[in-house]
């Protein structure tokens, strides 16, 4: 049986309770984000975000050893799943889109790749397996 050694990580999101003296809910808004002093924060443990693998390393202690193995996507942080699979999404609306239309054979090529790209999409929304990486 083979060893690897995996890197895995959170997201803890951390807050800050300031008050900001401003003429509308915008610009406390702004006032807020704009405030670079974060020496009051308070880590948010109840919004923690969801494990996620981030590194993966053949071995046992090789972390940033070696050649590090590609992670699977489904492994991935699901914001970035999302932002990854955004341009295929993208190119295969953008395909159907087009006022000319596609023939049979356009088609034919087209629909498997679509309803890939749809499924791993829905798989993404469910926080499950990509349906081509159940192995």
Known sequence: MSRFTIETTYRMPYYRHRVYDAATPEEACRLAIEDDDWSSELPDYECAGPTYVTGIWKGGGAAY?????????????????????????????????????????????????????????????????DSNEQK
Request: charged residues 35%.
């Open 65 to 129: 050893e070696g050649k590090e193995i590609p992670v699977p996507s489904h492994f991935d942080e699901t914001i970035q799943r999302k932002a990854d699979h955004f341009s295929e999404l993208l190119d295969q609306l953008a395909f159907v889109a087009r006022p000319m239309g596609v023939s049979q054979v356009e088609f034919e090529r087209w629909l498997p790749k679509a309803m890939a790209a749809v499924e791993k999409a829905r798989a993404i929304i469910e926080e499950r397996r």
